[in-house]
């Protein structure tokens, strides 16, 4: 396929892709690879840690035995204190 830029220095790969989020690689000047996917922002990637996967996937299997109850302000005050 040839694609030709625009004045605006875009080039459109068709409607198919639009709002897909693209990873473009400039391997040297006016050669690159665009490879369409999900990107995991560089502030959020300690999530994908196999430590912190094992965590979250502990917490979760919790929650979802632990369904959520009404908590008394006074009763956790007591506890918090009494620690």
């Not at 409607?15 to 922002?41: C, H, M, N, S």
């Not at 919790?62 to 005050?77: F, G, K, R």
Request: glycine share 8%; charged share 30%; no cysteine.
């Amino acid at each position: 396929m040839i694609k030709t830029i625009g004045s605006n220095g875009q080039i459109s790969l068709g409607k198919e892709y639009a709002g897909r989020t693209v990873l473009v690689d400039e391997l040297e000047p006016g050669v690159w690879i665009i490879k369409a996917g999900q990107f995991i922002p560089d502030n959020e990637q300690w999530l994908f840690a196999p430590e912190v996967q094992k965590d979250l996937d502990e917490a979760i299997e919790w929650a979802e035995n632990h369904p959520p109850s009404e908590t008394i302000l006074d009763e956790l005050e007591k506890r918090i204190r009494n620690e």
